[in-house]
């Protein structure tokens, strides 16, 4: 197989990868249902669990990382075989995705369970380094503790560090994910060629990732439901991006 080369992006390619992506959902709606439904459910759990079990709701939230690449994994078989002409046959995709086990795939999700662990402890330090010597107020009752200027400060720095943070995680898997289902290439390898691919493609790149956090949050308003439709979008749609930016 070829060496894998970094192309140049246009905006115009987010628009087509995007509506490759929801041709994709269209033609194959049952295997973007399905592997969507693991977030929705999770969200209905955490919801369940509560704020009074966090050791629960840890456990359970470090639970979709491990999950996500594998969902995502289904979600990119079905756009390869698409694209392909090949049949959508559940046996066979579900089982690439379970072969994805031995692979390079549970490496790239062991890096997002560390990454998701290192904010959860860097959010914990800046809420102590802003709000550590004020009077705890039982916030689930009042947000008026938010409104001070060491809360309004700790929102600020949290959502500045969190942005900084998140685009970084996106950097190292945006095709990394695709890449290491489709090519014989190790994690390491794909980590550095996806961050190439920002790099190369930094105004484009951003967009990407500010589409894909808009839509997202936006789709968390009905109950989670609007994640069944966007987070396949989403998936088959990183599929094509990855083909556009790696040949």
Do not use: C
């Amino acid at each position: 197989m070829s060496q894998p080369v970094v192309q140049q992006l246009k905006f115009g390619d987010l628009k087509a990868v995007l509506a490759a992506g929801i041709a994709d959902f269209r033609n194959a709606p049952q295997f973007g249902l399905f592997f969507s439904a693991v977030y929705v459910l999770g969200g209905f759990l955490l919801i369940w669990l509560g704020a009074g079990h966090v050791s629960w709701v840890l456990a359970t939230s470090l639970g979709f990382p491990l999950i996500a690449p594998f969902a995502a994994a289904g979600l990119y078989e079905v756009s390869r075989r698409i694209e392909t002409s090949q049949p959508l046959l559940w046996p066979q995709i579900l089982g690439i995705v379970w072969n994805e086990r031995t692979r390079q795939l549970p490496w790239l999700g062991a890096i997002i369970v560390i990454y998701f662990l290192f904010w959860t402890f860097l959010a914990h330090m800046i809420f102590a380094l802003f709000m550590g010597l004020s009077t705890m107020t039982n916030v689930s009752e009042s947000y008026e503790v938010f409104l001070t200027p060491n809360g309004l400060s700790m929102i600020v720095a949290e959502l500045g560090i969190g942005a900084v943070l998140a685009f970084v995680l996106f950097s190292l898997t945006v095709v990394s994910l695709p890449l290491v289902l489709d090519r014989e290439i190790d994690f390491v390898t794909a980590m550095i060629l996806s961050v190439q691919v920002v790099r190369r493609n930094p105004v484009v790149m951003l967009m990407w990732a500010a589409v894909i956090a808009v839509l997202s949050l936006a789709a968390l308003v009905p109950w989670f439901l609007g994640l069944m439709v966007v987070l396949p979008v989403f998936g088959h749609a990183t599929w094509h991006l990855y083909r556009r930016a790696i040949v």
